[in-house]
């Protein structure tokens, strides 16, 4: 197929519109016979006008979306042909050049029927986390206040859904525990550690440089509450790296979170969350909260094996594409658009609508086989978007667990809820809790690190 974004090929379809009335020119008023330079010259002017035409009709972008939607069909060609007209199989045959907005609305009409996706991204239940909570949160850690205005609100939003998916043991409960996959500085994990009143496990492949890392800022009484396992959660195997720290330090319940892991790092984080629960844990999993990230990131070979091998059997996309090859062509026809959502509102964007609709369509697809993981090992499991588009693009979150957990974790959403109050109360009470004991907020400002993007002189 060829790059949506090539412009190589524009020339072939520049005569498509016409250009009249922008030149300014009468029709046929030639006073004299032009000379070479002045008909090259018109030539040029023609070319750009016409250039100019077809980038507000926005052609290239339609183009685009057409020539994605024909490699759907072509990827999937029993589906489509069980799905679609006689009339429509042999509109397939044709490669159509210069299709109009029509045809390209009747393409994403037919593709959207072949996929059938159970939960459309726009039909996501908007499970935000009660606005007064952020104030709280942030009189508990100290940093850099772009970073804050960024991560607070998913930060908290993630926490209200952790915090529902555990019992209401309280701060001294002790015996459970948040694993936190992909946990990088582990800001995240040590606040849901805080407001469940139990440790903070931090698994991640990298660690980061020691100005970065939660447990070094930590009051001694808080510090050995932090754990960490240095690994790749593709090589880690729960039973033998995760559970005998578990119970080195008397934890028998665990809730586990994955928040922003690229491409197939939630894919992995479920696959060791299946074998975990599968082989039958030394600990209770309580539930999970996974947001996921960046789709367009499987695109490559490997990354593409290692999500066609961890959702083999998953019968929806079994029955999309019938084995392994069919996958692997049809996650290379959607990852390399799933992006057009998600830079969508970025400064100059041309994504139009039509694209975010196809890149939402190929997201629910992906997301669909890790929401079947979730549903297979919980009594419960949903998604939902957990931040405002505005606030994260990437704001799609897996939730699993009891029953009563996910419908508590849904309810923190509704400011007249009883769960969103009492998550409130909890977080006081956790920011009571370390500010007795630490006077003030933690510093989490990573020191001596300059970042212009947060716009931190390192101070
Ligand atoms: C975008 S960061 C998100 C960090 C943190 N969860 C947050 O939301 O602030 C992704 C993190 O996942 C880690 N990660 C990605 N793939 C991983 C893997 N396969 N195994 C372990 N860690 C991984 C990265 O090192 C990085 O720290």
């Known amino acids: ?36 330079a002045s008909r090259r010259r018109q030539k040029r002017e023609e070319r750009a006008h016409v250039r100019l035409a077809h980038d507000k009709a ?23 042909s069980r799905c679609s ?34 939960c459309p991204y726009r039909r996501l239940p908007q499970i935000f986390a009660p606005q007064e909570g952020l104030e709280i949160l ?33 701060p001294r409960s002790g015996g459970l525990a948040v694993v936190d996959i992909g946990a990088g500085n582990g800001s995240l994990a040590l606040l849901a550690g805080l407001l469940l009143g139990g440790h903070a496990v931090l698994i991640d492949h990298t660690l980061p440089p020691e100005p970065m890392r939660v447990e ?12 960490r396992v240095t690994g790749d959660v593709g090589d880690l195997d729960a039973s033998r790296e995760i559970e005998p720290i578990l119970e080195k330090h008397g934890i028998r319940q665990v809730v586990v979170i994955a928040k922003h892991l690229c491409g197939t790092g939630t894919d992995l984080a479920l696959k060791l969350l299946r074998r975990w629960c ?3 844990t030394r600990v209770e999993v309580l539930g999970a909260v996974i947001a996921t990230c960046c789709m367009h990131k499987i695109n490559t070979s490997e990354e593409k094996e290692v999500f066609a091998d961890i959702h083999s059997s998953d019968s929806y996309l079994r029955k999309l594409t019938g084995d392994k090859d069919g996958l692997l062509s049809l996650l290379s026809v959607c990852t390399r658009c799933v ?19 196809v890149a939402e369509m190929f997201e629910d697809l992906l997301q669909q086989p890790r929401l079947k993981i979730l549903q297979h090992l919980f009594p419960s499991a949903t998604e939902v ?58 510093d989490l400002r990573p020191h001596g690190m300059v970042s212009t993007r947060f716009d931190y002189d390192g101070t």
């Open 278 to 280: 599968s082989n039958g």
């Open 138 to 170: 942030s009189s508990m850690i100290d940093r850099p206040p772009k970073y804050q205005e960024k991560y607070l609100a998913q930060e908290w939003s993630i926490l209200a859904k952790v915090w529902a998916l555990a019992p209401n043991l309280g």
């Open 58 to 80: 926005r052609t290239r972008e339609l183009r685009a979306v057409h020539q994605v939607l024909q490699a759907l069909q072509e990827a999937l060609p029993n589906l489509w």
């Open 339 to 357: 992006a057009w959502r998600t830079t969508a509102g970025a400064e100059a964007s041309r994504i139009t609508e039509k694209q975010i609709r």
């Open 385 to 442: 978007a957990f931040v405002p588009f505005k606030q994260s693009p990437q704001n799609r979150c897996l939730l699993a667990g009891s029953e009563l957990g996910v419908r508590r974790a849904l309810a923190t959403g509704d400011a007249g809820a009883g769960a969103a109050g009492e998550v409130l109360a909890a977080l006081a009470s956790a920011r009571d809790s370390l500010l007795a004991v630490n006077g003030t907020a933690l």
């Open 85 to 118: 007209s006689a009339d429509s199989g042999a509109r397939q045959e044709k490669k159509v050049k210069h299709p109009t907005e029509e045809e390209v609305e009747e393409a994403l009409t037919a593709a959207a029927a072949a996929l059938q996706v159970e």
């Open 216 to 227: 070094a800022r930590l009051p001694e009484q808080y510090r050995d509450r932090i754990l």
């Open 1 to 36: 197929m060829a790059d949506p974004t090539d412009d190589n090929d524009i020339e072939d379809w520049l005569p498509v519109l016409s250009f009249d009335g922008f030149l300014g020119e009468e029709d046929g008023e030639v006073a004299s016979k032009p000379s070479v």
